[in-house]
C-alpha cells in the first residue's frame, strides 16, 4: 500500500449558491490528488502519456460525509492499495482542517494505447516507480 497527502484550499469558484463545495468539483479534486501522488513518486502523467498511454478514467463512485465551505483547507489523502495489471485503482480521502473524514471515493482508471485506442498492461514505468515506492517505506 502506498500512501501520499495533497493540501488544497476551496476557492469561491468550487462553491454553489449554498456555500457548500459542488459535488461536480470533486473528481477534479481526485485528479489533484492523483497527480500529486504520482509526481511525489517521482513520474508524472506526462512522462507515461510520452510512452504512448493514457490513463482514462474507467469508474469512479464516491460518498459525501460533511460538506466543505469557501476558504476550507482541505487534505486529500490518495492510496494505492495493490499494484496494478490492466487498470489502475486510487482510493481517496478528504478530510477538512479539524481532520474530519468529510469525503471518501475511488477512481479506476485503464491504460490505453494512445495510436490503437486499445487497452494496454500498466506500463513499465508506472510499475518500476510503485515498486520503488513500497520498497522505500
Known sequence: ?????????????????????????????????????????????????????????????????????YDDLIEIKTVLKQLPTSSIEFYHEMYNSNVELCHTGKVKLGFINMKTLRPVRVPDIVLECLKKAINNQ
Open 1 to 69: 500500500m502506498i500512501e501520499r497527502s495533497t493540501k488544497i484550499r476551496v476557492r469561491y469558484s468550487h462553491t454553489d449558491q449554498m456555500g457548500v463545495v459542488y459535488y461536480g468539483n470533486y473528481p477534479s479534486f481526485y485528479e489533484i490528488g492523483r497527480s500529486e501522488f504520482m509526481r511525489d513518486l517521482g513520474l508524472s502523467y506526462l512522462e507515461v502519456e510520452k510512452g504512448g498511454v493514457v490513463m482514462p478514467v474507467v469508474e469512479m463512485s464516491c460518498r459525501y460525509h460533511k460538506p466543505f465551505f
